[in-house]
């Protein structure tokens, strides 16, 4: 088998794969307010083999309008997200946000800046009056990172949804991508939670249903390509061929990304804060969130 | 009784009362690396009432020489504080870090920047070669603050201790302090634990051994004075004093701090953080952690 | 005479001098948009001497709806400070907008804030095609402040304005106010520029229409209260009068902000922004500049 | 010819010509403290022609004890800097250093974080009592880029000069590399200038003794590997050469950097920034400039 270069999203092993159908696997495509939507489903055993991910479904939005920044194109895009998580969620009971990844390194900063933007009404529901009583009741919690916690973040969240007994996780993190143009405006949405080194076993990571025993909604932006993947996808363009195993000793460690990283990253994550907001919150626009946050 | 403006160091509760012993208080004062060090222990219920404070020690390090930034005094400075924490550390066991507080405003991001210098080793004691096998085992955890993550500071911390069940938490926040001339120049350290809200009784939010079942040793530096207990207190010096409801209502929600409180603040939290990590790694020196961290 | 707390703003200049009239200062009061607009119009001699500031127009405009976080209180506070401000500038002709001040010392940030959100054409105005032709030519400079830079700041702004040529400078700083009640929630407009030092004949650091021989209009933001300026004012407000030295050397170094003022800062300094760019470019909306910024 | 990708490195300019001697360049190898410093000299307009570079020196210095944080590294490696510095520099006079590039972008902020820890003095110099007198008068300027000032930065460097006089510049930038393992661990010095836009004749941007009338030594960090130039370099690596034109279209707007760029430019901008205060103030040690910074 030829090079196959690392990407979190299903749709990328999707089309790796050719367009020919898959058994186990069912692809839908549509349009919300001008964002393309594509939705991978696993639906057993053997798409799940076929794709090397769990089986559930994966949809992907994909928000050009924003990047080509268009007028109300944030709104539309906040809206669409939330519409899409809608489907996804329990109707009621409270939620966990759990902002994933390392605020200090920009492109992994996708669940902080998108936690950052989350409306949290868990302390303000029993408040004197009732004024928030209305409100869906949502924690936020973001768990950092191994390298500078000691502690696997799932471990983390596991522990604080002990406590507070959500009916539903959402998970922010960022993602790898496969193809350059789909990085910073590119959002994947799954019921399947998160599943760190490739869900080989590793439970003690797994962060789902499987383990947190409620839905577990992962909510991804892809922000980085490995630097060896581009480079076999580059020259695969080209028409050459390289060779794996020396191409990821040459690339290891470097990452590829846009250059104004910092600027797309913070806007496309709070597109994710607030297509959260909304989805938990149907009563709230966003300017009302702007207010809020 | 006249104004009692509020803080949080147990050395001010004491000058408050005047210099005449008080029942149930012993006070003792040394000199460690040029740095003084006062400490306020509380015997009893007694003093435990005269002070407002719960029983047990509280061990105050004034931090001049880092003010004047002379020559050796963050070295000596994060020994100093090594060595104090160490008398209130169990000698062996693995120790969970708090940082607490919020990052986003600076007075109130000492347990942020703290966390950032901690060396973190619980997820390297067993890696392969075993050539981290002779470090203490350490984990750090950020829980953030209520308002943004709508759950109390100290539930966060409570479910991740009863995860890895540490043998001690070493609880890192910013405190209010009654003159101005000790903001970030002064840490606390005390065996007592965190008791927000005057440990009156509220011990949904108490973050202690009574509630762990572990030491929890509090540092805290001072990073604010209320803007109504700086007026009363120069109006004090200058022979006036104030009434102290209008005083409260009309300095509500200011807070007094250094001009350059975004350097002063960063400077002595990463002491606190250097200081820690010396307590329980006592093989390394400071040049060292310049490398680790 | 007894104590004169410092502050930058005419307004309270004025009120300290009680309500009856002076010679040689007129003062208007109106309404824009539910925004509060005074004018203190200094018209001589006498009246700068009285007032301790330059003969000019002082327009503060009081945004108490932004801090409520009313409904388009960000779009109209925007709008009515670009009307006070396109009264002040020239018609026509290059602008050049100096962001003052220090960004790593958060309640001096406003200048780089509302730099930020400037939007500079300078570069793009003989662009290919001609599409931005319509608008109007706008650079801008941040010049470091002394301690930083070793330069005073209006020496590389005057430099700057001598390589463009523009037809008017636009100076935005922050302020010291004497009532903590306008902190992050004022912007006085004046056509006298900056004069730091209370303009007493230290031409070498003044921007104004003298020395730069154009309009050079100021716009600040106070954002801090001197500790011994609030100390004074509280304990006037209860009845005692303090004594003015004592204080200065108690509250030395010392000022009192707003508890969230990293938030604060950067929601007004925004708007002082879009503001700016709204008066420049009548043309534009709010939502455009979202986009091009 | 085949494909040359982009370098600002005149060290990877040679070394893509191969290891032969070529007319009007010379090559020089030596060690400073354990550090790798290569010097290219190119002597006249054939080895200019030769290497696409103005005729000068280009000193390179690798500092792979700093990336595997040695002990002493840093105070070693700022050390060996600032003696290659004084060999550029005039013995006396005032000097202006420039932080070129937009701090708000990662990979670009070299110039200001070396800006930020430069030690300034020009305002001191004549302070009463003489203590700084014994210092060299040294100034700082941080020009901003086109896009959010309007503005040429060497146009602000320029203006600035003139009125400061300076007897040398330092300018230090983010430079752009072809092998990724020199990202953020080499900085080249020379004593050409900055030439943004390869020099051909774009006089505008120049900012050299040319234009200046003193000379500029420019200190660089490559921190980004333009994303075609890896593909290229990694397919050549694998034995594939890959067509220029689809390269550069396929991977337009992308960098490569390290995944903890964040990191890895703040460290070595520090040691840029110590590196050019040792040159410029011999009296001092790294000790004397953690405190006075």
Same mark, same amino acid.
């Given at each position: 088998?030829?090079?196959?270069?690392?990407?979190d999203?299903?749709?990328?092993?999707?089309?790796?794969?050719?367009?020919?159908?898959?058994?186990?696997?069912?692809f839908?495509?549509?349009?919300?307010?001008?964002?393309?939507?594509?939705?991978?489903?696993?639906?057993n055993?053997?798409?799940?083999?076929?794709?090397?991910?769990?089986?559930?479904?994966?949809?992907?939005?994909?928000?050009?309008?924003?990047?080509?920044?268009?007028?109300?194109?944030?709104?539309?895009?906040? =809206? &669409?997200?939330?519409?899409?998580?809608?489907?996804?969620?329990?109707?009621? #009971?409270? $939620?966990?946000?759990? /902002?994933? *990844? %390392?605020?200090?390194?920009?492109?992994?900063?996708?669940?902080?800046?998108?936690?950052?933007?989350?409306?949290?009404?868990?302390?303000?529901?029993?408040?004197?009056?009732?004024?928030?009583?209305?409100?869906?009741?949502?924690?936020?919690?973001?768990?950092?990172?191994?390298?500078?916690?000691?502690?696997?973040?799932?471990?983390?969240?596991?522990?604080?949804?002990?406590?507070?007994?959500?009916?539903?996780?959402?998970?922010?993190?960022?993602?790898?991508?496969? =193809? &350059?143009?789909?990085?910073?405006?590119?959002?994947?949405?799954?019921?399947? #939670?998160? $599943?760190?080194?490739? /869900?080989? *076993? %590793?439970?003690?990571?797994?962060?789902?249903?499987?383990?947190?025993?409620?839905?577990?909604?992962?909510?991804?932006v892809?922000?980085?390509?490995?630097?060896?993947?581009?480079?076999?996808?580059?020259?695969?363009?080209?028409?050459?061929?390289?060779?794996?195993?020396?191409?990821?000793?040459?690339?290891?460690?470097?990452?590829?990304?846009?250059?104004?990283?910092?600027?797309?990253?913070?806007?496309?994550?709070?597109?994710?804060?607030?297509?959260?907001?909304?989805?938990?919150?149907?009563?709230?626009?966003?300017?009302d969130?702007?207010?809020?946050?």
């Amino acid at each position: 088998m030829g090079f196959l270069p690392r990407t979190d999203l299903a749709l990328e092993e999707r089309e790796s794969r050719g367009s020919a159908d898959l058994e186990g696997v069912r692809f839908l495509e549509r349009d919300i307010s001008g964002y393309r939507v594509s939705e991978v489903i696993i639906e057993n055993e053997i798409g799940s083999q076929a794709l090397c991910k769990p089986a559930g479904r994966y949809i992907t939005i994909e928000l050009d309008r924003l990047i080509r920044r268009e007028d109300s194109a944030f709104e539309d895009g906040a =809206r &669409a997200l939330a519409s899409l998580l809608s489907d996804l969620l329990p109707e009621n #009971g409270p $939620v966990l946000i759990a /902002g994933l *990844g %390392n605020p200090a390194i920009t492109p992994d900063a996708v669940g902080h800046i998108a936690a950052k933007n989350a409306l949290v009404t868990l302390h303000l529901i029993d408040a004197p009056g009732g004024v928030f009583s209305d409100l869906r009741s949502v924690a936020c919690v973001e768990p950092g990172v191994l390298g500078t916690t000691g502690i696997e973040s799932v471990e983390v969240v596991r522990a604080v949804a002990e406590k507070i007994r959500p009916a539903a996780v959402i998970a922010v993190d960022a993602l790898a991508s496969r =193809r &350059a143009e789909r990085l910073c405006r590119t959002v994947q949405i799954t019921d399947t #939670g998160i $599943v760190p080194g490739s /869900g080989v *076993g %590793n439970a003690r990571k797994e962060l789902s249903a499987n383990t947190l025993g409620v839905p577990v909604i992962a909510v991804g932006v892809p922000t980085v390509v490995d630097a060896a993947t581009l480079a076999a996808s580059l020259a695969e363009d080209c028409g050459a061929r390289l060779d794996e195993d020396r191409l990821r000793s040459a690339g290891g460690g470097l990452i590829v990304t846009p250059r104004d990283i910092d600027s797309k990253v913070a806007d496309i994550s709070k597109l994710v804060g607030y297509g959260i907001d909304l989805a938990l919150q149907p009563s709230l626009s966003v300017s009302d969130l702007d207010m809020l946050i």
